[in-house]
């Protein structure tokens, strides 16, 4: 992009940070949460598992309460409501209504200090704030699930034109989904499990977020015809299928990370609320997993 040769001054430098600045958006994220009391690093450096080269993470939350633990890699974009994000969605199938757990349990004949690790489903969630039996209280079937993104906005020209984009939240959306692999492969460890440890069984969650500011989220949703089925529509809180698969050292295949979140920040105060907020309303994540096992 060619730019003009102006000079850039005070003035143009505050207009940015007013406007546009991502760190400014990170920075009342970031005090959002550490005001409820959730753990969280800001601004460290990870290396991208596709490139090899380092890269700065927003924020990277991590919250135990009990046996339960759910980390996440948050990316904050400060997009505007002349530019929001508009994500159309489609019902969630049968397939699509899961997410996966790692389980770590130590068994009566094992070795002190040694410890079992799996990955599990939740399936049979219990239900939660009107969430049916047997389907996840974050994913249940039937609900609106994001395939496709696009920023929206008009031209800076005489006929104002629609203009439509994806590259920018794409870029925020894939450093989210690199930034989580140091935290998958952390909750997998054994120094992780031996630093949590206060029984016979642990849990742990990995989230991708994506944080945008309030009144710039939009959705709209279609029927498996690819007929839209209403108006879009400001939301707080809308998930993304992306189905990724995280590998680590363990004798596991894989970690399944089936979901991307997209929020606003009252969206995500709304979810700390939710599912965050105590051990009882975290355990919801994590029902079917932390029952007693046998020895």
């Given at each position: ?5 102006d000079?850039?001054g005070?003035?143009?430098?505050e207009?940015y ?9 990170e920075?009342q994220?970031?005090?959002m949460?550490?005001?409820?009391g959730?753990?969280c690093?800001?601004n ?19 919250l ?12 904050c ?5 002349h ?5 159309s969605?489609?019902?969630?199938n049968?397939?699509?209504?899961h997410h996966q757990?790692?389980?770590h349990?130590?068994?009566?004949h094992?070795?002190r200090?040694a ?9 049979g969630?219990?239900?939660?704030e ?5 389907e996840s ?5 039937g609900s609106?699930?994001?395939k ?5 906005g008009?031209?800076d020209?005489?006929?104002a034109?629609l203009y ?12 989210a ?7 998958v492969d952390?909750?997998g ?9 206060n029984?016979r ?19 709209v949703g279609?029927d498996?015809?690819?007929?839209c089925t ?9 998930s993304?299928y ?6 680590n050292?363990?004798p596991v295949?894989?970690l399944n ?6 929020m606003?920040e009252?969206?995500?105060s709304s979810?700390h ?5 105590n051990e ?7 029902q079917p997993?932390?029952?007693d096992?046998?020895?």
């Open positions: 992009m060619k730019l003009k040769k000079l850039i005070v003035d143009d430098l207009q940070l007013a406007d546009a600045s991502d760190f400014a958006f920075l994220i970031l005090r949460l550490t005001d409820r959730v753990p690093d800001h460290g450096q990870y290396e991208d598992p596709n490139t090899k080269k380092f890269r700065e993470f927003d924020i990277r939350l991590r135990t309460r009990g046996d339960m633990t759910v980390v996440a890699a948050i990316e974009k400060a997009i505007g409501q530019f929001p994000l508009l994500v969605t489609v019902p969630r049968d397939r699509e209504a757990v790692y389980f349990t130590r068994r009566e094992q070795p200090g410890f079992e690790i799996a990955i599990l489903v939740p399936e969630m219990e239900g939660m009107g969430t049916p039996i047997n209280c974050l994913y249940p079937s609106p699930v994001g496709s993104t696009a920023q929206v008009r031209r020209t005489k006929d034109e439509a984009n994806d590259a920018e939240f794409f870029e925020k959306w894939s450093q989904l690199h930034s989580l692999t140091d935290l952390e909750i460890s054994e120094e992780f499990i031996h630093e949590r440890w029984g069984q642990h849990s742990a969650l990995a989230l991708p977020i994506v944080v945008v500011p309030n009144g710039c989220l939009w959705s279609y498996h015809h690819g007929q209403d108006r879009p529509a400001q939301v707080e809180r809308v993304i992306i189905n990724r698969s995280y590998r050292g363990f295949s894989s990370v089936s979901h991307l979140e997209v606003t009252s969206g995500l979810f609320d939710r599912f965050l907020c009882e309303r975290m355990r919801h994540l994590f997993i932390n029952r096992v046998e020895g």
